[in-house]
C-alpha cells in the first residue's frame, strides 16, 4: 500500500467522553493522525491531518501540562504546524494548511486531555488496537 497507509484504522476517541459520547475523535492510517469532533456528524466536518511526529508532540505538550483551558488564553503553537487557542467558549485545533480548524467544547478537550495524562489514550499505537465494544 502507497505510504504505508492503513485504509482499515479505526475512529477512537477517549473513554473519558462517558455517556456524552462527544469528544476529540483520531485514527492513525500509518502516516497520517486525523482528528476531528465525535459531535459534529454533518457531512462536510472539519477534520485536520497531522503527521505523526507533529500528532507526538502535541501529546507530548498535553502531558507537559501545556494545553490546559487556563494555558490556552493565548494561542499555544506545537511543532510549527498546529495551533491550538481558547476563546472561552471553546478549544480549537488548526493545521498551518488554511483548512478550517476542529473545534470543542471545555468538557470535550477535557476528556481528551484527561485520556492523554492519565489514561495513556491517543498514542500511535492506542490508535491502531483494536476497538473492542
Not at 475523535?25 to 493522525?33: I, K, P, S
Given at each position: 500500500m502507497p505510504g504505508g497507509q492503513r485504509l482499515d484504522s479505526v475512529w477512537r476517541k477517549?473513554?473519558?467522553?462517558?455517556?456524552?459520547?462527544?469528544?476529540?475523535?483520531?485514527?492513525?492510517?500509518?502516516?497520517?493522525?486525523?482528528?476531528?469532533?465525535?459531535?459534529?456528524?454533518?457531512?462536510?466536518?472539519?477534520?485536520?491531518?497531522?503527521?505523526?511526529?507533529?500528532?507526538?508532540?502535541?501529546?507530548?505538550?498535553?502531558?507537559?501540562?501545556?494545553?490546559?483551558?487556563?494555558?490556552?488564553?493565548?494561542?499555544?503553537?506545537?511543532?510549527?504546524?498546529?495551533?491550538?487557542?481558547?476563546?472561552?467558549?471553546?478549544?480549537v485545533v488548526r493545521g498551518d494548511d488554511g483548512q478550517p480548524g476542529v473545534a470543542y467544547t471545555p468538557a470535550e478537550w477535557r476528556a481528551f486531555l484527561e485520556g492523554v495524562r492519565h489514561d495513556g489514550e491517543f498514542t500511535l499505537a492506542w490508535l491502531g488496537e483494536p476497538v473492542t465494544p
Open positions: 477517549s473513554s473519558r467522553s462517558g455517556a456524552q459520547s462527544n469528544c476529540v475523535e483520531a485514527r492513525f492510517d500509518g502516516v497520517t493522525v486525523w482528528v476531528r469532533n465525535s459531535n459534529d456528524v454533518s457531512q462536510d466536518r472539519p477534520m485536520i491531518g497531522l503527521a505523526a511526529e507533529r500528532w507526538l508532540a502535541l501529546l507530548e505538550r498535553v502531558r507537559r501540562g501545556d494545553l490546559g483551558l487556563d494555558r490556552l488564553a493565548t494561542p499555544v503553537r506545537v511543532a510549527s504546524e498546529v495551533l491550538v487557542s481558547f476563546d472561552g467558549h471553546r478549544v
